[in-house]
């Protein structure tokens, strides 16, 4: 006869708590839930020792880091543990189909707030979901009809990125509160509504996965003046506020100004002189701001780099007429490009690429300075036919793309 197979279902295996000390496991509440990994993530599927022990087997590194017995590796579960149940709440539960369909539309806003895209934009995305579906599936009544529940409006889709955001920040605040340490960075600038924005950026090492982040932290508007007790009484209220212990602070980048770095009222050192701030905190000068200052110039240089710009205002600024000629004549000559760039000071990028444009087009410019009959036209022709001075230009073209180049590496 026959002997009745055995089901792992019928055994009715039970979690042992201690599986969560000994080999890092969990048993997530739900039914039907089966062990998880703290420290991958991933579950086993049978409920048995051999199984979970031979899975944390695979991660000796932990192990070796975190010793069985020591308070070090009980931090380290715990923390493992509220980070997992802080991301999978919302998986946690069985989901209808409503919730399914919100948390589709939360998925769609999150993509779309990364591509930073408008929040109207999350109408169109559900006319092409709806389009699609018309082309791709035969039987589409009961997946157009779904399509139709998820909310996805722009003012859902608003909500969904507030929404999102605040979780976003929550979980950075909680990563915040189980470092050590942190380094700020900040910067001041004023928007489109000549209100001043005071961005903060931060830099810890996560003691949840061992690793080094750097997150946007806020974004505070300062409203009336922007000194640097105004930076300093905002930055408090805000860690304040939100619970961040201030004594964590080990250094603070800045641009330098002396809102910030001021001896008496700059902000790094108010900060230092707040009780509840390390009074041993470092300062930085930002180094691309730094590297932007090393961009001046001799007086030589200098005054080969101002006559530069002239000759490109001369062209492109003297008049429309002008302009116009000076670009039929690059348009005649199938040249690489159109037109040459304006120098803007504020715009730290903007010497280097004007003199790269100048300089491959001085042919052109040499052309259309002598057939000009301006008389500061002459001068300038003048100048560029000089051969110690075509010299000069070429190597500050060479070292502002060399020096324009490190700049955007910093910034990646």
């Known amino acids: 006869m026959d002997r009745k197979r055995r089901k792992i279902e019928n055994e009715n295996r039970q979690f042992c708590p201690e599986w969560m000390d000994l080999y890092c496991f969990i048993l997530p509440d739900r039914v039907g839930a089966l062990p998880v990994c ?20 695979t991660h000796k590194s932990f192990a070796e880091k975190f010793p069985l017995g020591t308070g070090l590796r009980k931090t380290k579960i715990e923390n493992l543990k509220m980070k997992y149940k802080s991301t999978t709440q919302i998986l946690s539960q069985a989901m209808t189909e409503q919730q399914k369909c919100a948390q589709a539309s939360l998925q769609i806003s999150w993509i779309l707030g990364k591509h930073m895209k408008p929040f109207t934009d999350a109408d169109i995305v559900k006319e092409c979901m709806l389009q ?3 082309v791709l599936f035969g039987n589409k009544k009961e ?27 929550n979980q950075l605040k909680q990563d915040l509160s189980t470092a050590d340490f942190y380094s700020i960075a900040l910067d ?23 690793t080094f982040y750097e997150e946007l932290l806020t974004l505070l508007p300062l409203s009336g003046t922007s000194k640097g007790n105004d930076l300093y009484n905002a930055v408090v209220l805000y860690f304040e ?43 930085y000068h930002c180094i691309i701001h730094q590297s932007v200052l090393c961009c001046k110039l001799d007086p030589c240089l200098e005054k ?12 492109r600024a003297k008049s429309s007429l002008q302009h116009r000629l000076f670009k039929a004549l690059l348009q005649e000559n199938d040249t690489q490009f ?53 010299a000069t230009i070429a190597f500050l073209t060479d070292i502002f793309q060399h020096i324009n180049s490190f700049n955007l590496k910093l910034q990646a």
Not at 42 to 53: H, L, P
Not at 197 to 208: E, G
Not at 304 to 315: E, G, H, L, Q
Request: proline residues 2%; hydrophobic residues 40%.
């Open 304 to 315: 080969i780099m101002k006559t530069v710009m002239s000759i490109v205002n001369f062209i």
């Open 188 to 210: 001041e600038s004023s928007d489109i509504t000549d209100t001043s924005q005071l961005i903060i950026h931060v830099r810890y090492l996560s003691n949840i996965s061992g």
């Open 38 to 57: 703290l420290i991958c993530n991933q579950t086993v599927a049978v409920m048995k020792v051999f199984n979970i022990k031979r899975h944390y087997e």
């Open 132 to 134: 699609s579906v018309n």
């Open 241 to 283: 506020t939100e619970n961040l212990n201030l004594n964590k602070i080990i250094s603070v980048t800045t641009d330098g100004a002396p809102a910030m770095i001021g001896a008496h009222q700059g902000f790094v050192q108010r900060l230092r002189n707040y009780p509840k701030c390390n009074s041993d905190l470092l300062s």
């Open 338 to 390: 159109d037109d040459l760039l304006l120098h803007n000071s504020v715009r730290w990028l903007s010497k280097g690429n004007v003199l790269q444009r100048f300089f491959n087009l001085l042919n052109e410019i040499e052309l259309f300075l002598i057939q000009s009959t301006y008389l500061s036209a002459k001068d300038y022709h003048e100048f560029i036919s000089d051969n110690s001075n075509i």
């Open 143 to 169: 997946i157009v009809e779904t399509f139709r529940h998820i909310p996805i409006s722009a003012s859902t889709n608003t909500r969904n990125t507030e929404v999102l955001a605040k979780n976003n920040h």
